[in-house]
Structure formats: C-alpha cells, structure tokens
C-alpha cells in the first residue's frame, strides 16, 4: 500500500485536561477538516459528565467521529475501533485532504497509525482471568502482571481490568510477554501522519485536572454516577471518574478526592507513553499559530 502523500491525519495527544479537545476544534476549523475521537472512554453514550465529552456546542459544528456510537452494553476494542477508524478516514479521503485524529487513549491511536499485532489469545484462559479478577480483585492481576511483563504494566492503565487480563491472556498462551508482539511490524497507511503532543508543566497539568474535576462535579457528576451504579461492574465503568464513588459510597468528598489523585496517576502514565513515540513535535497549548504552521510544512 503506498502512501498519497496529498492525505495528511494530524494527530493531536498528551495527558488529560490539558486541552486536546479545544484545540483540535480550532485546528479543524482552520483547515475545514472533521475529527475523529480517540477517547476510548467517549464512544460510550451513557457517559458523558465523568469523561468530559464534548458538549454539541463546545463542537463548534466541527464534524465529530467516534463520539456517543456505542452504548456501554456493546464489547468495543482496539481492534474494532483500528478498522472502523481507517474505513472512517478512507471516506473522509475521498473529498478532503485533512483529518484529525484526537485523544489520550495511547492503545487506540497507535492502532490507527501503526496498527495492531497478531496477538496470541485464547478464550478459555480470558474466562479464567476474568474469574480470579471476579473473585480475587484485580490487584491479583496487577501483580502478575508487574510480575511478568514490566514494560507494559508501566504503560497500561492499571486500574482497566480489561487491559489487564489481555496482557496476561497473551503471556499465559504464549509463555511471552505482551510487550513483545506490540507493534512489531508497523502497518504503512495510505496517508501522511504529522503528530502533535500537548504539554504543560506538570503543576499547571494537575492543577488542571483538578479543577476539571470540580467542574465535572459541579456539572451533575454525581447523578450521571447514581444514573450508572446498576452497570457498574462493566469494564467501562471501572475507570476513573466513576470506580472511587462506587467503591467509597459513603464518603463522598473522598471519593472526589481519589477522582483527582487517580486523574493526576493516569495523566502521568499519558505522558511516559507518548514521551516514547520520537515522532512526536511538542507544544503547549496556546503555540497554536506554531502548530498550524508545523501542520502546514509537513
């Protein structure tokens, strides 16, 4: 497959609350173009408030993908979104040259612009991490998994169970890691990539976190989590932003409290994920005239 060299996916990432959002709308608006959310946490519809989607008019009437497409009942993987995301931007390629793929779920845009592996995987043994994860709690798979694969327990979101007994699936059928079949052989795509990471100092990031959460909080998170609490042993709910209150209901200013302190983790493990990819160009979120402009050179 060879790549037109007319296609260009600007790929917009960096930690939470750090502005990817914003500035992916400005970024479209400039060049006409539509986005394509790699939040993977976003394509769910029942949750909105808790992963700070978008509202229509924050989207500016910015054509958006992948946002509200699923329902939290539907199994979703990387997998799937890859092969949705590439027959996304094929039609989109048809009639425009520019595209914008947008979002911190490391695992999903490496799979639109690398793709994924042939990964070794067996029901059976998903099943039976499943149940130790039912019966014993998922710090058991953690610690397997710092265990026998180091590299990725780094990079994974620890507290996605799903993640988690992926890895471990693979290096039970395998006797490998899973770190090692990731990305092996990187898929070439019909288009250009040029990549934009968003940073800030780390303090000026945390304070953003927290101040997205008391936002979130002021917002109605509370009744979106109440609204919730019958589905809440589905993967997608045992993330942050919604597991602390289901697991302190109770106290609820801890809960918030953990909210924040588990946003700050998460963000950190953002960054060291995307600090890895050398293709990378970094800004911060206010250089947008530099970005345009590094967008246009490529």
């Known amino acids: 497959m060879s790549t037109n060299p007319e296609k260009q996916l600007i790929v917009i990432v960096g930690p939470t609350a750090i502005g990817k959002t ?16 790699a ?36 199994n979703y993987t990387a997998g799937d979104f890859e092969k949705e995301a590439i027959q996304k931007l094929e039609n989109i390629f048809q009639t425009q040259n520019k595209a914008i793929l947008v979002g911190g779920s490391g695992l999903f845009v490496n799979a639109v612009c ?26 058991v798979l953690q610690t397997e998994l710092k265990k026998v694969d180091p590299i990725y327990f780094e990079q994974v979101d620890q507290q996605n169970p799903h993640r988690v007994i992926r890895a471990l699936e693979t290096y039970r059928v395998s006797g490998q890691p899973y770190s090692t079949f990731r990305n092996l052989q990187k898929k070439i795509r019909p288009f250009n990539i040029t990549w934009i990471g968003l940073n800030l100092d780390r303090a000026e990031v945390y304070k953003n976190i927290n101040q997205r959460v008391d936002v979130m ?64 160009t970094w800004f911060t979120p206010q250089q947008i005239e530099d970005i345009i402009s590094h967008i246009t050179l490529k």
Request: proline letters at 4%; hydrophobic letters at 35%; glycine letters at 4%.
């Open 217 to 280: 909080i002021k917002n109605g998170l509370l009744d979106e989590v109440r609204a919730l609490e019958s589905n809440k042993d589905l993967t997608c709910l045992k993330t942050v932003g919604y597991q602390e209150f289901y697991q302190n209901p109770q106290n609820t200013q801890k809960a918030i409290e953990l909210v924040k302190q588990n946003t700050r983790r998460f963000a950190k493990r953002q960054l060291t994920f995307f600090k890895r990819n050398k293709e990378i």
């Open 22 to 37: 914003a500035l992916s709308i400005k970024i479209a608006k400039h060049f006409n173009c539509e986005i394509l959310s």
């Open 39 to 74: 939040d993977s946490r976003q394509f769910y519809q029942e949750m909105a408030i808790g992963t700070a989607k978008p509202t229509s008019q924050e989207m500016e009437g910015v054509p958006h993908h992948f946002i509200n497409h699923l329902s939290i009942q539907q």
């Open 114 to 139: 690398y793709g994924l592996d042939d990964i070794p995987c067996n029901p059976d043994v998903r099943d039976q991490l499943i149940q130790i994860w039912k019966t014993e709690g998922l710090q």
